[in-house]
C-alpha cells in the first residue's frame, strides 16, 4: 500500500468546514483513498474512499486531486462531535486478506 | 448495520493470568483483525484471521495467540498476561466480497495489574 502523510493535527471552529490533507504522492492506478475516523475511546469508523473522482456522502466530501497526488477531506459543517482522530489510507479497492495498515492520522479538535 | 462486539469494555486482569477476548461479528465476513492501540503508536495489527481456523500474524503477535473456530467469532488469547499488555484492543471484520470498508468494535480496555 501507498504512504501517506498527514498534519498530526488541526483546529477547527465549530461550524466552520474542516478540510484535512492527506498526501500520497506513491499513489497506484488502481489504489483508492480510503478514511477512517476515531473518536476517543471507540473504534474506528469509516467515512469515504473515493479512485479519482470527488466523492461526497452524508458524512463528509472527498475531493481528490487530477494527479491523484494528494487529497482532502471536508467536514462541512464541523462540530463538536467531530473531533477526533482522522487517518487516511491508500489501498487497492479489492485488495483480498490484506489487513489495513493505519498511520498515526490528523487530531481534529473542533472548537465552540 | 453491520455489528462488531467485544466481549468486554474494560477489563482488569493480574500478570500470569490467561486472557480470553472475544470478538463476534454478524455479517458473515471472512477477513477478522485484532489491533492494540496505544498512545503515540496508533493502531498496531496482532493478528488476523481470512477463514476458519486460518490465522496470520500481524506486526506485533509475541504474547499473543488467536482462535477462530467459527466464522462469526474471533478470539484473541493472552496466554499469561503481562503489564506491558495493557492497552486497548480493537477488533474488527471486513468482507472479501463487494466493498472492503472494515467495521470495528468499541473496543476493550484491557489492564494488567
Known amino acids: 500500500d501507498a504512504k501517506t502523510t498527514q498534519p498530526p493535527s488541526m483546529d477547527c471552529a465549530e461550524g466552520r468546514a474542516a478540510n484535512l490533507p492527506c498526501n500520497h504522492s506513491t499513489i497506484s492506478g488502481n489504489e483508492y483513498v480510503y478514511w477512517y475516523r476515531q473518536i476517543h475511546s471507540q473504534g474506528p469508523q469509516y467515512i469515504i474512499h473515493g479512485l479519482k473522482n470527488n466523492e461526497t456522502n452524508e458524512m463528509a466530501s472527498l475531493i481528490i486531486t487530477e494527479d491523484r497526488k494528494s487529497s482532502t477531506l471536508i467536514l462541512p459543517h464541523a462540530t463538536l462531535r467531530d473531533t477526533a482522530v482522522y487517518y487516511c489510507?491508500?489501498?487497492?479497492?479489492?485488495?483480498?486478506?490484506?489487513?489495513?495498515?493505519f498511520g498515526k492520522g490528523t487530531r481534529l479538535s473542533v472548537i465552540a | 448495520d453491520v455489528k462488531v462486539t467485544q466481549s468486554s469494555r474494560y477489563l482488569v486482569k493480574r500478570t500470569g493470568e490467561k486472557v480470553f477476548l472475544e470478538c463476534v461479528q454478524d455479517?458473515?465476513?471472512?477477513?477478522m483483525f485484532w489491533y492494540r492501540q496505544d498512545p503515540g503508536l496508533g493502531l498496531r495489527l496482532i493478528y488476523f484471521?481470512?477463514?476458519?481456523?486460518?490465522?496470520e500474524k500481524g506486526d506485533i503477535p509475541e504474547g499473543y495467540s488467536v482462535s477462530r473456530e467459527k466464522k462469526e467469532r474471533f478470539s484473541l488469547i493472552l496466554e499469561s498476561a503481562s503489564t506491558n499488555q495493557t492497552s486497548m484492543y480493537l477488533c474488527a471484520s471486513r468482507s472479501l466480497q463487494g466493498a472492503t470498508e472494515a467495521f470495528f468494535g468499541q473496543g476493550t480496555r484491557l489492564t494488567v495489574v
Open positions: 489510507i491508500v489501498r487497492p479497492r479489492y485488495s483480498g486478506n490484506t489487513p489495513l495498515v
Open positions: 484471521s481470512y477463514d476458519v481456523k486460518m490465522k
Open positions: 455479517m458473515d465476513h471472512e477477513n
